[in-house]
């Protein structure tokens, strides 16, 4: 379940008998002060930088005449500068601290990612 806090700041509450609270600021993706939120999403990043790369290839392949997603930053396939790759890691290392009975407090200035987390 997640409950708002403010416009664009949300708290997760999955099971009241969390072991731990903790706290994100995602705007600030360098420096994550939270060693069990670092140690998680950059794993994740590393993990599933082959099969974004997989994935846009395949969009990619179905738009190969379309000039206009060529311009786009995802079709460079390159997850250092796609805010899609980031907010992928983002979302699943929300699962994996609910997963492990976080209780995870977090804020964003992003409106599209608030909305996908508020909606899970």
Not at 6 to 18: D, G, L, P, Q, V
Not at 51 to 78: M, V
Request: net charge positive; glycine share 0%; hydrophobic share 35%.
């Amino acid at each position: 379940m997640i409950s708002i806090l403010s416009k664009r700041e949300i708290f997760t509450s999955y099971n009241e008998k969390k072991k731990k609270k903790i706290y994100w600021n995602i705007n600030n993706k360098l420096e994550i002060d939270q060693p069990v939120i670092r140690r998680i999403f950059f794993r994740k990043k590393i993990i599933n930088r082959k099969n974004f790369c997989a994935w846009i290839g395949e969009i990619s392949s179905k738009h190969s005449q379309n000039f206009d997603w060529w311009l786009t930053i995802p079709s460079s396939r390159n997850p250092y500068v796609s805010e899609l790759y980031d907010n992928i890691c983002v979302l699943e290392t929300i699962d994996e601290l609910i997963k492990k009975n976080y209780n995870v407090k977090i804020k964003t200035s992003s409106l599209s990612l608030f909305s996908i987390i508020k909606k899970n």
